[in-house]
């Protein structure tokens, strides 16, 4: 099939070659994927290193990057023109029945011969749009190559990144010359952003089209040609790389041995350009506007780094018209020094710079010059719009163009006052932009044009249009005439009324009534179309149709009423297809009924076709008539047919029915072949093997059937039914004759047996013996007696008893040819279980039936564990260890008699007879005493043996309590003591006792527990009664507690005073105070005062409340000693009692002369100086410091010297 598609040739390969817009329409129809209806597809093939550039439908552009084959659909059908960029031609050849388009450079093509203001017309881009099933996928997804044109797999689009594209195209204004820049405000913005877009996609996504290869560097890659560079369209020149402006061009080889005075020269060659002045404004007019400039110049210094400088630059032009700081347009491309720019807006503010370009390195762009272009006459209007009209009158009204810097003043309005002879004369002139024009010809043309006109001159005139007036009504018009007629639908045309001018716009109105329907006739359609196709109608039904022509002026009268039939629809598939009577083996009759749904028509024909096999899909016709039933012959026995059945009307062929699947009747199949022998015949079992029938009968064979019977009679039983064909008869007598014979079935029934088959078994092992008899003797033993069984052709040799008290658990107890066995060591009231085998040479032969055997009752086992129990176990709280013993034992075997007692033997007393209780307290023992203890069961049949002797001791008698005395007291303690013995006995005596006190609430408290004699109870009130009592125990228990004790503790004397101090009052007196004392429980105190001269006896100089004493008669040169205590006077009945506290430290003190000579101020203070001595715990406090100071010592010592 010939296909379309678009090539590229000859034509230098460049990273920055623009995008091109080309389709070409293919000459045959193809169906593509997934689409039914015909397309006009066209193959565009996108070489690799270049791009193809669409717009979508919602108005977004597409790149696309070679290698790729793009399919495209051109929607109208239409073939569009091929457009390519500047500087190439377009030229097609045809190869094996494939148009193609090569692309190729124009050798003439100058960068600046043609400026990219003046774009050649050409429709825009969406009318070429891509097919929607083949739209490219998202960027991300990779693709293969395609191998050549037409290849449509879903392979062609490769990945794809935005490479440059072109700027895009404004649309033409009015009066046919293309706006420079003329987008709105959201399309620029729009334009904008996908540039941004386009470039950032350029720079991220280059390095990824080949992740093997790394980046070419900026230094080893030139341009050859400017051309190659521009192409006529700046946008196409991009790619900074670390600041400089590099050209890439596929096919090149890379140059490695450039240096770094390369990278100088770029920079200095990019500052070079960058020094160029802004250009100059020459001959503005109102469309256009000459602009010169001057080569970029060398810094005035002369500090130039270019080595050569070239002699040619390539200059852009880039023109604003939103002011300095808007969006720069491409207006020139080229190497000369001026140029002039056309299809410029007049009386619109320009700005306006050029920027030099030199081996792909940009310089930056001058200052911009700006300037305003001039105004002029306005644009060519757009041609005037009818907006009302009678017979005679025709209002038209017209829109303002662009007036191009001054205000329209007025407007021409001319026609050609209907002459249709081309000549047009004025019929308005004025500022108003509608115009009534009256005394018109009814049904006439008239031609109008319009122009517009200001100050600087008038425009020109507008495309001419014809209007109508109004006529007068339609005439009658013919019938409709049927065209053609569906199920559900017609088709009817009409003919425009006889006499109507052309130029009258008549529409028409349908009217359809419907048969029987009562509702007369309604409108159908419409319009100014002459023909429509009536739909959802009912079908082989009559309807009127009539039609009425009408215009502005009126309706027509409607038409002669023309009769229509829509026609039949095919009938409905016969339904009910069933077998009738009775299936036979070769024929059967089948029945169905006619369909719901006739279609509108009669039934002319029932066709029956029929199919061999449950899957057959050979259908053969069989019966074509109009009766309902046909009876199917010839037919193969037990084989599956199918049926189905169609019939035929004037509307058609029906569908086919539901498929009727039938058997014929099967025949019971033939005689088999005898089985014969597998193997060697067993005593018991045998082998058998057979084949399929020569005969099935027309059905598969479901199963067999083996009979069996011994030789010499004709007692025949079956032995095996079912679908193999081999078999294993068991349950057979060994050493026997039998005949065996065999016969088949199918669904229609057995059929006759074979030929007789004789086989004989081998010997076997004896038959099964009779149940042994068994009889008890006593209750531990029996004699087992059996009987001969048949022996199957061989003698028993010897016979097998098994034995046991369960009867899964039996073991072998005899073997032998005995007849008889003894049985002993039995159990009494205990189940056994026997059973007898016979064997020969043959085998061994089956067990015979259990028997059961019960052995006779007897007196009860011995007791067994026997022991005693402990006191913990024991509820009784009358239980004494001492004269009382307890016992326990596990009930033994009863031997099939329950037992009534059990007889406690406990030496030389009377054995004690008890109940059926396991356990039992001997009281009324002596303490201290052995026993030998045993146990003998009772029940109705005797005594049983006594069990085990055991050996049980009763405790002891507890002790009694011992005398409680009180050895020491305070008045905080009391010191108990009680029996003989030490105060700390060991924790093994046998003797412990239990100290117990009364407390507040009357209740008696454990104080001591424990094996001594003395015990100390602390913390005390004084002058307190206190109750005690004891309790001595041992091994047997514990004893009764004793009387109830009562002591009191004593009042406590009050606390040691401090040592007294001594104030001297002179040679012969001093006074003596000592610290006061509060009063004990109200009982007031009083103190005591002693004094001692050298070393004889204390003398109480003082007794009383007071806490000084003045101390007279001192003696002169002597010593005196003093000490105080403090006196208790307690309070008691009949009187008071004073309780004396202990005495104080003692105090010295000398009496000297004061007038004594002396040797100084010293010895006079030490002679009067008070001497004191120490108290007992500040010589204890002493004592331990110094103790403490010289283990410190020790330890250092053993440190240094003796371990290190």
Same mark, same amino acid.
């Given at each position: 099939?010939?296909?379309?598609?678009?090539?590229?040739?000859?034509?230098?390969?460049?990273?920055?070659?623009?995008?091109?817009?080309?389709?070409?329409?293919?000459?045959?129809? !193809?169906?593509?994927?997934?689409?039914?209806?015909?397309?006009?597809?066209?193959?565009?093939?996108?070489?690799?290193?270049?791009?193809?550039?669409?717009?979508?439908?919602?108005?977004?552009?597409?790149?696309?990057?070679?290698?790729?084959?793009?399919?495209?659909?051109?929607?109208?059908?239409?073939?569009?023109?091929? !457009?390519?960029?500047?500087?190439?031609?377009?030229?097609?050849?045809?190869? %094996?029945?494939?148009?193609?388009?090569?692309?190729?450079?124009?050798?003439?093509?100058?960068?600046?011969?043609?400026?990219?203001?003046?774009?050649?017309?050409?429709?825009?881009?969406?009318?070429?749009?891509?097919?929607?099933?083949?739209?490219?996928?998202?960027?991300?997804?990779?693709?293969?190559?395609?191998?050549?044109?037409?290849?449509?797999?879903?392979?062609?689009?490769?990945?794809?990144?935005?490479?440059?594209?072109?700027?895009?195209?404004?649309?033409?204004?009015?009066?046919?010359?293309?706006?420079?820049?003329?987008?709105?405000?959201?399309?620029?913005?729009?334009?904008?952003?996908?540039?941004?877009?386009?470039?950032?996609?350029?720079?991220?996504?280059?390095?990824?089209?080949?992740?093997?290869?790394?980046?070419?560097?900026?230094?080893?890659?030139?341009?050859?040609?400017?051309?190659?560079?521009?192409?006529?369209?700046?946008?196409?020149?991009?790619?900074?790389?670390?600041?400089?402006?590099?050209?890439?061009?596929?096919?090149?080889?890379?140059?490695?041995?450039?240096?770094?005075?390369?990278?100088?020269?770029?920079?200095?060659?990019?500052?070079?350009?960058?020094?160029?002045?802004?250009?100059?404004?020459?001959?503005?007019?109102?469309?256009?506007?000459?602009?010169?400039?001057?080569?970029?110049?060398?810094?005035?210094?002369?500090?130039?780094?270019?080595?050569?400088?070239?002699?040619?630059?390539?200059?852009?032009?880039?023109?604003?018209?939103?002011?300095?700081?808007?969006?720069?347009?491409?207006? !020139?491309?080229?190497?000369?020094?001026?140029?002039?720019?056309?299809?410029?807006?007049?009386?619109?503010?320009?700005?306006?710079?050029?920027?030099?370009?030199?081996?792909?390195?940009?310089?930056?762009?001058?200052?911009?010059?700006?300037?305003?272009? *001039?105004?002029?006459?306005?644009?060519?209007?757009?041609?005037?719009?009818?907006?009302?009209?009678?017979?005679?009158?025709?209002?038209?009204?017209?829109?303002?163009?662009?007036?191009?810097?001054?205000?329209?003043?007025?407007?021409?309005?001319?026609?050609?006052?209907?002459?249709?002879?081309?000549?047009?004369?004025?019929?308005?002139?004025?500022?108003?932009?509608?115009?009534?024009?009256?005394?018109?010809?009814?049904?006439?043309?008239?031609?109008?044009?319009?122009?517009?006109?200001?100050?600087?001159?008038?425009?020109?005139?507008?495309?001419?249009?014809?209007?109508?007036?109004?006529?007068?009504?339609?005439?009658?018009?013919?019938?409709?005439?049927?065209?053609?007629?569906?199920?559900?639908?017609?088709?009817?045309?009409?003919?425009?009324?006889?006499?109507?001018?052309?130029?009258?716009?008549?529409?028409?109105?349908?009217?359809?009534?419907?048969?029987?329907?009562?509702?007369?006739?309604?409108?159908?359609?419409?319009?100014?179309?002459?023909?429509?196709?009536?739909?959802?109608?009912?079908?082989?039904?009559?309807?009127?149709?009539?039609?009425?022509?009408?215009?502005?002026?009126?309706?027509?009268?409607?038409?002669?009423?023309?009769?229509?039939?829509?026609?039949?629809?095919?009938?409905?598939?016969?339904?009910?297809?069933?077998?009738?009577?009775?299936?036979?083996?070769?024929?059967?009759?089948?029945?169905?009924?006619?369909?719901?749904?006739?279609?509108?028509?009669?039934?002319?024909?029932?066709?029956?076709?029929?199919?061999?096999?449950?899957?057959?899909?050979?259908?053969?016709?069989?019966?074509?008539? $109009?009766?309902?039933?046909?009876?199917?012959?010839?037919?193969?026995?037990?084989?599956?047919?199918?049926?189905?059945?169609?019939?035929?009307?004037?509307?058609?062929?029906?569908?086919?029915?539901?498929?009727?699947?039938?058997?014929?009747?099967?025949?019971?199949?033939?005689?088999?072949?005898?089985?014969?022998?597998?193997?060697?015949?067993?005593?018991?079992?045998?082998?058998?093997?057979?084949?399929?029938?020569?005969?099935?009968?027309?059905?598969?064979?479901?199963?067999?059937?083996?009979?069996?019977?011994?030789?010499?009679?004709?007692?025949?039983?079956?032995?095996?039914?079912?679908?193999?064909?081999?078999?294993?008869?068991?349950?057979?007598?060994?050493?026997?004759?039998?005949?065996?014979?065999?016969?088949?079935?199918?669904?229609?029934?057995?059929?006759?047996?074979?030929?007789?088959?004789?086989?004989?078994?081998?010997?076997?092992?004896?038959?099964?013996?009779?149940?042994?008899?068994?009889?008890?003797?006593?209750?531990?033993?029996?004699?087992?007696?059996?009987?001969?069984?048949?022996?199957?052709?061989?003698?028993?040799?010897?016979?097998?008893?098994?034995?046991?008290?369960?009867?899964?658990?039996?073991?072998?107890?005899?073997?032998?040819?005995?007849?008889?066995?003894?049985?002993?060591?039995?159990?009494?009231?205990?189940?056994?279980?026997?059973?007898?085998?016979?064997?020969?040479?043959?085998?061994?032969?089956?067990?015979?039936?259990?028997?059961?055997?019960?052995?006779?009752?007897?007196?009860?086992?011995?007791?067994?564990?026997?022991?005693?129990?402990?006191?913990?176990?024991?509820?009784?709280?009358?239980?004494?260890?001492?004269?009382?013993?307890?016992?326990?034992?596990?009930?033994?075997?009863?031997?099939?008699?329950?037992?009534?007692?059990?007889?406690?033997?406990?030496?030389?007393?009377?054995?004690?007879?008890?109940?059926?209780?396991?356990?039992?307290?001997?009281?009324?023992?002596?303490?201290?005493?052995?026993?030998?203890?045993?146990?003998?069961?009772?029940?109705?049949?005797?005594?049983?043996?006594?069990?085990?002797?055991?050996?049980?001791?009763?405790?002891?008698?507890?002790?009694?309590?011992?005398?409680?005395?009180?050895?020491?007291?305070?008045?905080?303690?009391?010191?108990?003591?009680?029996?003989?013995?030490?105060?700390?006995?060991?924790?093994?005596?046998?003797?412990?006792?239990?100290?117990?006190?009364?407390?507040?609430?009357?209740?008696?408290?454990?104080?001591?527990?424990?094996?001594?004699?003395?015990?100390?109870?602390?913390?005390?009130?004084?002058?307190?009664? !206190?109750?005690?009592?004891?309790?001595?125990? %041992?091994?047997?228990?514990?004893?009764?507690?004793?009387?109830?004790?009562?002591?009191?503790?004593?009042? $406590?004397?009050?606390?040691? *005073?401090?040592?007294?101090?001594?104030?001297?009052?002179?040679?012969?007196?001093?006074?003596?105070?000592?610290?006061?004392?509060?009063?004990?429980?109200?009982?007031?105190?009083?103190?005591? *005062?002693?004094?001692?001269?050298?070393?004889?006896?204390?003398?109480?100089?003082?007794?009383?409340?007071?806490?000084?004493?003045?101390?007279?008669?001192?003696?002169?040169?002597?010593?005196?000693?003093?000490?105080?205590?403090?006196?208790?006077?307690?309070?008691?009945?009949?009187?008071?009692?004073?309780?004396?506290?202990?005495?104080?430290?003692?105090?010295?003190?000398?009496?000297?002369?004061?007038?004594?000579?002396?040797?100084?101020?010293?010895?006079?203070?030490?002679?009067?100086?008070?001497?004191?001595?120490?108290?007992?715990?500040?010589?204890?406090?002493?004592?331990?410091? *110094?103790?403490?100071?010289?283990?410190?010592?020790?330890?250092?010592?053993?440190?240094?010297?003796?371990?290190?």
């Amino acid at each position: 099939m010939p296909s379309a598609t678009i090539c590229e040739g000859n034509m230098q390969k460049s990273s920055f070659f623009h995008p091109f817009y080309a389709d070409v329409l293919e000459y045959n129809y !193809y169906t593509m994927t997934n689409y039914i209806q015909k397309s006009k597809v066209i193959l565009v093939q996108v070489n690799p290193g270049e791009a193809f550039t669409i717009r979508r439908e919602d108005g977004q552009f597409q790149c696309i990057t070679g290698p790729a084959q793009v399919p495209m659909m051109s929607p109208n059908g239409s073939v569009p023109p091929i !457009y390519v960029p500047p500087g190439y031609v377009s030229q097609i050849i045809e190869e %094996n029945g494939v148009r193609r388009v090569l692309v190729l450079p124009q050798p003439e093509f100058h960068p600046g011969s043609h400026s990219p203001l003046h774009p050649p017309p050409h429709p825009p881009l969406p009318a070429f749009i891509p097919h929607p099933a083949m739209m490219p996928p998202p960027p991300h997804h990779m693709y293969s190559t395609v191998s050549g044109a037409g290849d449509m797999s879903t392979q062609y689009i490769p990945q794809y990144h935005a490479p440059h594209v072109f700027t895009e195209q404004d649309s033409h204004s009015p009066h046919g010359r293309p706006a420079f820049v003329h987008r709105d405000e959201r399309t620029s913005k729009t334009y904008e952003r996908l540039q941004k877009k386009l470039k950032e996609r350029q720079g991220g996504s280059q390095p990824k089209e080949k992740p093997s290869s790394p980046p070419l560097s900026p230094q080893k890659n030139h341009c050859s040609s400017p051309t190659d560079i521009q192409n006529g369209s700046p946008g196409a020149t991009t790619g900074l790389v670390k600041g400089k402006q590099v050209c890439k061009i596929k096919g090149s080889p890379r140059i490695d041995t450039e240096s770094e005075e390369l990278d100088e020269d770029s920079k200095a060659l990019q500052a070079l350009l960058s020094n160029i002045s802004k250009p100059v404004v020459s001959d503005i007019q109102a469309r256009t506007v000459a602009l010169s400039w001057s080569p970029p110049l060398a810094p005035a210094n002369g500090d130039s780094d270019v080595a050569c400088v070239p002699e040619t630059f390539l200059y852009e032009v880039t023109v604003s018209y939103s002011g300095k700081d808007g969006k720069f347009k491409s207006a !020139y491309s080229g190497e000369e020094l001026s140029a002039t720019l056309e299809d410029l807006r007049p009386a619109t503010d320009y700005h306006a710079r050029v920027q030099a370009v030199c081996n792909c390195l940009h310089g930056s762009p001058s200052d911009a010059v700006s300037f305003t272009t *001039l105004s002029c006459e306005p644009d060519t209007p757009s041609p005037p719009r009818k907006t009302n009209g009678t017979k005679s009158t025709l209002v038209l009204q017209w829109k303002a163009p662009c007036d191009n810097g001054s205000k329209i003043q007025n407007y021409v309005l001319e026609w050609d006052e209907g002459k249709g002879a081309g000549a047009f004369e004025q019929c308005y002139y004025g500022p108003q932009k509608q115009y009534r024009v009256t005394k018109l010809s009814p049904a006439s043309r008239y031609c109008f044009r319009l122009a517009a006109q200001n100050d600087m001159g008038i425009s020109g005139f507008s495309e001419a249009i014809d209007f109508y007036t109004s006529g007068s009504v339609p005439a009658t018009p013919d019938s409709p005439e049927l065209v053609r007629a569906g199920v559900t639908w017609l088709c009817v045309q009409w003919r425009r009324p006889a006499g109507s001018p052309a130029e009258d716009d008549i529409a028409y109105t349908l009217e359809m009534e419907e048969e029987n329907s009562g509702y007369g006739f309604k409108p159908r359609y419409d319009g100014d179309e002459l023909a429509c196709t009536v739909k959802n109608l009912r079908r082989s039904t009559k309807y009127r149709f009539r039609v009425a022509a009408y215009n502005s002026e009126g309706k027509s009268s409607p038409s002669q009423a023309v009769e229509l039939h829509t026609c039949p629809d095919k009938p409905g598939a016969p339904c009910r297809l069933a077998v009738k009577g009775k299936v036979h083996a070769s024929s059967f009759k089948m029945a169905w009924d006619s369909p719901k749904d006739d279609g509108g028509s009669a039934i002319t024909d029932y066709i029956v076709e029929m199919a061999e096999g449950p899957n057959g899909n050979k259908w053969e016709k069989i019966y074509s008539g $109009s009766v309902l039933e046909y009876t199917c012959e010839r037919l193969k026995p037990g084989c599956v047919y199918q049926v189905r059945v169609y019939c035929v009307s004037e509307g058609g062929q029906s569908p086919l029915s539901e498929t009727l699947q039938v058997q014929s009747l099967a025949v019971p199949p033939g005689p088999c072949v005898p089985p014969r022998l597998v193997g060697k015949p067993k005593a018991r079992e045998i082998q058998l093997r057979w084949g399929h029938p020569q005969v099935d009968g027309g059905c598969p064979v479901s199963c067999y059937s083996l009979e069996v019977c011994p030789a010499q009679t004709e007692d025949y039983r079956e032995v095996f039914q079912g679908p193999e064909l081999e078999c294993t008869v068991i349950s057979l007598l060994p050493g026997r004759t039998y005949c065996f014979r065999l016969r088949a079935a199918n669904k229609a029934g057995y059929g006759p047996f074979s030929d007789r088959c004789e086989v004989t078994t081998a010997p076997g092992a004896p038959d099964q013996c009779r149940a042994p008899h068994v009889v008890c003797k006593s209750p531990t033993c029996a004699v087992v007696s059996w009987e001969v069984p048949a022996g199957n052709g061989a003698n028993v040799t010897e016979y097998r008893m098994e034995w046991g008290a369960a009867e899964g658990s039996m073991q072998s107890c005899y073997c032998g040819p005995a007849l008889t066995h003894e049985m002993k060591g039995l159990l009494p009231a205990t189940t056994y279980f026997c059973r007898i085998q016979a064997v020969s040479v043959a085998g061994a032969g089956p067990f015979s039936d259990v028997v059961l055997c019960v052995t006779p009752c007897s007196v009860p086992a011995a007791v067994s564990c026997l022991q005693a129990m402990e006191e913990s176990e024991l509820d009784s709280p009358h239980f004494c260890p001492s004269t009382c013993l307890a016992v326990q034992w596990d009930a033994p075997c009863d031997h099939g008699s329950e037992i009534t007692s059990y007889c406690v033997d406990f030496g030389d007393r009377q054995p004690l007879s008890v109940g059926r209780t396991t356990s039992y307290v001997i009281e009324n023992l002596q303490p201290d005493t052995s026993y030998r203890i045993r146990i003998q069961a009772l029940n109705s049949i005797g005594a049983g043996p006594f069990s085990h002797t055991i050996k049980l001791k009763t405790k002891p008698l507890p002790p009694g309590p011992p005398r409680l005395e009180c050895t020491a007291y305070t008045h905080q303690t009391l010191k108990l003591k009680w029996g003989e013995g030490p105060a700390k006995a060991l924790a093994t005596d046998s003797i412990q006792y239990h100290l117990q006190m009364e407390d507040r609430n009357g209740r008696f408290v454990s104080l001591y527990r424990g094996p001594c004699h003395t015990h100390k109870v602390q913390r005390l009130s004084e002058s307190t009664s !206190y109750k005690f009592c004891i309790q001595a125990f %041992n091994e047997a228990g514990e004893g009764p507690y004793s009387n109830v004790y009562t002591f009191t503790t004593p009042r $406590s004397p009050p606390a040691p *005073l401090k040592a007294p101090r001594i104030e001297r009052l002179d040679d012969h007196s001093c006074e003596v105070s000592w610290e006061a004392v509060p009063p004990m429980k109200g009982d007031p105190i009083i103190y005591s *005062l002693q004094s001692m001269i050298g070393n004889t006896d204390f003398k109480q100089i003082f007794r009383g409340s007071a806490t000084s004493f003045h101390v007279s008669g001192l003696q002169l040169n002597c010593e005196y000693r003093f000490r105080a205590c403090a006196i208790r006077q307690c309070q008691i009945p009949g009187g008071s009692q004073d309780l004396t506290g202990p005495y104080s430290a003692t105090v010295s003190f000398s009496s000297l002369r004061n007038e004594l000579p002396s040797s100084g101020a010293k010895s006079s203070a030490d002679a009067t100086r008070t001497k004191r001595t120490l108290s007992d715990e500040q010589c204890a406090a002493v004592i331990l410091v *110094l103790f403490a100071i010289i283990s410190i010592l020790i330890a250092f010592v053993i440190q240094y010297f003796v371990i290190k």
